[in-house]
């Protein structure tokens, strides 16, 4: 199984960026497809979750308003549209999916059972 991410950068704060998943080799029908993050010096933080099938979504209490996860099955990709970025937004942020509902992936201890490789946002003022 592969998740790629890809659409990270370099913006100044306020601005936007739409990150991208592309999920392979697995069906992910049964799964929540999900965003995680992590700054330098912080512990991971989840930020959004969506089940593959549809139906409600979950995010971080930090992006809510902000942030929109979202999903297009017939490419196997799952997106993060960020909006009203701050500097506080600056992390690794990791695609991820797994079985558990997105309440559950929200406040799980261990690693999801399949992680991207990252892609590093940096927002400046």
């Known amino acids: 199984v592969h998740l790629v991410e890809s659409g990270g950068g370099s913006v100044q704060a306020g601005g936007s960026l739409r990150l991208s998943c592309a999920g392979s080799?697995?069906?992910?029908?049964?799964?929540?497809l999900a965003w995680f993050r992590r700054a330098p010096g912080k512990e991971r933080e989840f930020v959004a979750g969506?089940?593959?099938?549809?139906?409600?979504?979950a995010y971080g209490d930090s992006v809510k308003g902000r942030f929109a996860i979202s999903r297009d099955s017939a490419k196997d990709t799952w997106y993060l549209q960020m909006s009203s970025l701050q500097r506080e937004d600056t992390a690794i942020y990791y695609c991820?999916?797994?079985?558990?509902?997105?309440?559950?992936?929200?406040?799980?201890?261990?690693?999801?059972?399949?992680w991207g490789q990252g892609t590093q946002v940096t927002v400046s003022s």
């Open positions: 991820a999916a797994d079985r558990l509902p997105a309440e559950t992936m929200a406040v799980m201890i261990g690693p999801p059972e399949f």
């Open positions: 080799g697995r069906n992910f029908s049964d799964y929540t």
């Open positions: 969506i089940r593959w099938s549809g139906g409600s979504s």
